[in-house]
């Protein structure tokens, strides 16, 4: 599937030639995203029947995925719903699944350095872990421009609110999504951008180092802090190993 959408992309920027490179940029991000995009119809709608099952209304979930747009700290927040609603838990244990998003931001600075603050948070608040992958791939690349980020973000951000509210509207008649294999998805999603991330060989030690520390947290400290502490693991361990290229 991210085969598919990798040639589909290139497709688009042959026969663009003729167009403004901010179009042509535009759909081959869309067309890239467009292999993700199932799995996200798969596991909003998963999220949106659990959401439904917690006691959120289709209304309250729309509202939810809108506003806050981030799977990961979505089904975290519904995992420890409750009524009443323990809002400092919810919120602390949301803020820790969302830190991740500050080592990402900092990957990205260098491209939107030259957006006003306004439009940099404005882009930022749509960078969810798909986007972000697919735009460091291609600032790798040397190719990376907003209208490919808008290209990408577009149909993630329809198809997440598109599916979660279906899938609240639907989530009575599944008594447990969960039977069907439907949380695997959300993993494998991951697992497929972890693999287009793929440098070679010197990956190996800051992944591994990164799993380590996540599954070592994760067993040893409650809550989500396994997230934040696998991510800064990874990322310490490549700034210390790191070589210049012509030393590999």
């Known amino acids: ?39 996200v119809l798969l596991y909003g709608a998963l999220f949106g029947a659990l959401a439904a099952q917690a006691g959120l209304s289709p209304l309250e979930v729309a509202l939810m995925s809108a506003l806050v747009f ?3 700290a979505q089904f975290v927040a519904v995992d ?41 948070y404005g882009a930022l608040f749509f960078m969810v872990d798909e986007a972000w ?11 990376f421009s907003m209208a490919f980020y808008a290209g990408v973000c577009a149909p993630l951000y329809v198809s997440w609110l598109a599916s979660t509210v279906t899938g609240a509207l639907l ?40 799993a380590a520390a996540a599954v070592a947290c994760h067993a040893l400290v409650p809550g989500s802090w396994y997230i934040f502490v696998g991510g800064v693991a990874g990322i310490v361990t490549a700034v210390v190993t790191w070589r210049p290229d012509h030393e590999h």
């Open 171 to 210: 989530g009575g008649l599944v008594a447990d999504p969960t039977r069907y294999g439907l949380d695997v998805v959300f993993t494998a999603v991951f697992i497929v951008l972890i693999l287009g991330l793929w440098r070679g060989r010197s990956d190996l030690l800051p992944w591994g180092v990164s």
């Open 70 to 72: 981030s799977g990961a």
């Open 80 to 120: 420890l719903w409750s009524n009443p609603v323990a809002i400092g838990t919810v919120t602390l244990a949301t803020l820790l699944v969302g830190m991740r998003h500050t080592l990402m931001g900092a990957a990205l600075a260098p491209v939107f350095s030259h957006l006003s603050p306004l439009r940099a």
């Open 133 to 143: 992958a697919l735009s460091v791939r291609r600032s790798a690349e040397g190719r």
């Open 1 to 39: 599937m991210q085969n598919w959408g990798r040639k589909m992309a290139q497709r688009i920027e042959a026969v663009a030639g003729g167009r403004p490179a901010a179009q042509a940029d535009f759909f081959a991000g869309m067309a890239l995203a467009s292999p993700i995009v199932v799995s």
